[in-house]
């Protein structure tokens, strides 16, 4: 059976985006025409990270920063996967339990793997 939806149906939500535009745009409004208007060379400054300024912005970085922060993005992502997982639990059966050992397996052996190569050691 089809159900047909209308225009109606819609408005809770169209009035729900309506309502967090006006509550962004009042808040920059009021925070811009309320707020003080102190310019001091320190709030004028760039400041990045909380690490002042100084010197050639070229300047080599270690790469062992992104490293870890694409490592950590990448453990992240998979434990998404173990939502859905968790949620089905008892409909997967033992199919479903097997498979999550294969998986966790696997991530097991990228993190033993990653410790082996001391892709997490910062020295």
């Known amino acids: 059976m089809e159900t047909a939806s209308s225009a109606q149906d819609f408005l809770p939500i169209i009035f729900q985006v309506i309502v967090a535009l006006g509550f962004v ?3 920059l409004f009021a925070t811009h025409f309320l707020g003080p208007k102190r310019k001091t060379s320190d709030k004028l400054s760039t400041f990045e990270a909380g690490v002042k300024v100084v010197g050639n912005a070229r300047q080599p970085f270690s790469i062992k920063y992104f490293l870890v922060a694409i490592l950590f993005v990448l453990f992240d992502v998979e434990v998404i996967f173990m939502y859905p997982w968790a949620v089905n ?5 033992w199919n479903g339990i097997i498979e999550m050992f ?3 397996g696997t991530l097991l052996l990228g993190f033993i793997y990653i410790l082996k190569k001391k892709a997490l050691d910062w020295t």
Request: charged share 20%; net charge neutral; no cysteine.
């Open 25 to 27: 745009v009042v808040t």
């Open 89 to 93: 639990f008892r409909e997967l059966g």
């Open 102 to 104: 294969i998986f966790m």
